[in-house]
């Protein structure tokens, strides 16, 4: 599997933290497990070019047999679903910085929309990745919980002054019962992480105020 740079947007210093590139001209492997470990921990932009399917070349051989699925959340997150099915299989991604071919940007699509329903069901989405990933497989099963943790309370504190919030609070008290008790026994996971997590959703004042925290010092650095 071949990943190009599609756009350009300069992100290479986000994608240097996590050891991806080191250099423009350097061309990095990746093994199956780096690549979901950053499909599911990788944070903003660089979670957007491990989760989408529009800057990858995949091998025919490699998705002859994976296809697209038809969700019952209509479609929304299906690149990071088909992703992770595909990532399972592989053994080696490279990511390389040319340009191998280019996209357009559409105002309508996904990705511009604010908070909608849509976007409030990529936590159900996500619990359908933790569906297809083997039960034996708890190391990778443990990165997906992590971001369907971190959705479910990140879902519920961006929707809290909106009409959807309900819907997300629902999602989240469903999605809770049915794999608190997989969280909390997959050794996988660091204790303080899901200590952190657990807190964060099922105390929402808690929620809150920690991610005000998080906004106010990302504000005050802006201002430095």
């Not at 499909?39 to 995949?58: C, D, I, P, Q």
């Not at 357009?104 to 990529?122: A, D, E, M, T, Y």
């Not at 657990?198 to 430095?224: A, D, F, M, Q």
Request: one cysteine or more; a positive charge; glycine letters at 2%.
């Amino acid at each position: 599997m071949l990943w190009g740079k599609i756009r350009d947007l300069s992100n290479y210093e986000k994608l240097r933290e996590i050891n991806i590139i080191i250099d423009k001209d350097i061309v990095k492997e990746l093994s199956s497990d780096s690549s979901i470990k950053y499909l599911y921990l990788a944070k903003g932009e660089v979670y957007t070019y491990f989760s989408v399917v529009w800057n990858k070349l995949y091998t025919r051989k490699l998705i002859n047999n994976v296809l697209f699925k038809s969700l019952p959340t209509k479609d929304v997150a299906q690149d990071l679903e088909y992703n992770s099915r595909v990532y399972q299989q592989t053994t080696k991604a490279i990511l390389c910085t040319s340009r191998l071919y280019y996209y357009i940007q559409r105002p309508s699509s996904f990705q511009h929309q604010g908070i909608s329903l849509r976007w409030i069901n990529v936590v159900q989405a996500t619990y359908l990745c933790l569906c297809d990933i083997p039960k034996s497989n708890k190391k990778y099963r443990s990165y997906c919980l992590r971001f369907l943790y971190h959705m479910m309370y990140g879902r519920c504190y961006w929707s809290r002054n909106t009409s959807y919030h309900q819907a997300a609070l629902d999602n989240q008290k469903h999605y809770l019962k049915c794999t608190i008790k997989e969280f909390v026994s997959n050794l996988h996971i660091p204790i303080i992480v899901k200590i952190g997590l657990i807190i964060l959703n099922y105390i929402p004042l808690l929620s809150i105020c920690w991610i005000s925290t998080l906004e106010w010092i990302v504000r005050l650095k802006n201002r430095i």
